[in-house]
């Protein structure tokens, strides 16, 4: 408790000097109380989203759909997505009196991150956008993120993963899991043409594995012909995406719904379908999904336009 006043204290000193104030309240409240993390009480339902790439735009938009859902939530919506600042968004979640004031968190978790956070944090749901390669200060590889979480996500979490993305498709084996994903589309290719391509051969047995069809990256279908290895069933399947008319298709067993397209980008498609399968695992229906999809746009700070002068400037961060 004590640990609680001190760091909203800090919040209030931060905010009248004009600042977010996101990290350093963390940072307050881990000095008096190291294990504030775990001691805090949380809110009735726990959304942590990771991955390389795309866990702003999704955290910010399950944000604003269970918000237009009529909850209460609190999130890491600026990004400060490693330890004070996912600290700063528990504090945001209780009163002064350290009792839990919100219907909802969402946290942003650094996939690096995610073994000081998961444990302690205990998801209802861990949402992997995927795992890529990335700055090899960081992140070295994606199977080294992929044991990360693997090992400090709870077992109790459910997990929503992207089936065309093959490495973290195999997070979590025994956990629940739900799996999403695109199907295939005309300008889908079979063989890995980028320069980093991390899966060309089966992590289980060293064939070269064989691409139903594929995007960028590893992210496609795929299969071992020699051991079976493929690309897990999808419970949440895109499958017509119309950019003139923006909207896409969504496969859920027999039933196909139809949603608003919010952006044309492909990794924004991907983030769109993990936001609904997301939302339909917590109990939305796809009826009330369509309707707030409608409501939303993709943040400010990952996509943005600019018109000076009769020429637009467009501003993408993946």
């Known amino acids: 408790h004590i640990a609680v006043m001190a760091a909203k204290f800090s919040k209030v000193i931060i ?37 390389t790439n795309g866990k702003t735009t999704v955290s ?7 918000e237009k859902e009529g909850k209460k939530v609190v999130s890491n919506r600026t990004g400060s997505n490693i330890v004070p600042g996912c600290v700063t ?23 690096r991150a995610s073994r000081l956070i998961l444990p302690y944090v205990k998801p209802d749901y861990l949402v992997v956008t995927g795992l890529f390669r990335d700055s090899l200060k ?38 629940y899991r739900v799996f999403y994903g695109i199907g295939k589309q005309p300008d889908d290719k079979t063989e890995p043409y980028n320069l980093i391509a991390d899966y060309q051969i ?8 064989k691409y139903n069809y594929l ?17 897990p069933d999808k419970k949440y399947l895109a499958t017509d995406i119309d950019r003139e008319k923006m909207t896409i298709t969504i496969q859920e067993g027999d039933k196909k719904t139809v949603y608003p397209l ?19 695992e917590i109990g939305l229906s796809a009826e009330r ?16 336009e600019t018109t000076v002068n009769g020429v637009t400037a467009v501003s993408y961060t993946h």
């Not at 089966?202 to 594995?209: S, T, Y």
């Not at 919010?262 to 339909?280: C, K, M, P, Q």
């Not at 999904?289 to 943005?304: A, C, F, T, V, Y």
Request: aromatic share 6%; proline share 5%.
């Open 202 to 209: 089966c992590p289980n047995c060293g064939e070269k594995l």
């Open 15 to 51: 905010r009248l000097s004009g600042r977010n104030g996101t990290h350093t309240p963390g940072v307050v409240a881990r000095k008096i109380c190291p294990d504030f993390m775990a001691q805090a009480p949380k809110a009735p339902l726990c959304i942590c989203v990771t991955g």
């Open 138 to 175: 960081r992140n070295a590889h994606p199977d080294y993120i992929f044991s990360v979480i693997d090992t400090y996500c709870p077992d109790s979490a459910k997990v929503i993963l992207n089936a065309d993305e093959l490495c973290s498709s195999m997070l979590k084996k025994d956990s």
């Open 60 to 66: 910010n938009m399950l944000t604003d759909m269970l």
């Open 89 to 111: 968004n528990l504090l945001n979640s209780v009163n002064w009196l350290g009792r839990c004031r919100v219907d909802a968190t969402v946290f942003e978790v650094d996939e």
């Open 262 to 280: 919010i952006h044309t980008a492909l990794f924004n498609i991907y983030n769109e379908v993990t936001v609904i399968s997301a939302l339909r």
């Open 289 to 304: 999904i369509k309707e707030l999809m409608g409501q939303i746009h993709i943040p400010d700070s990952r996509h943005n």
């Open 215 to 231: 995007r960028y990256h590893h992210i496609g279908d795929v299969v071992c012909p020699k051991c079976g290895l493929h690309s």
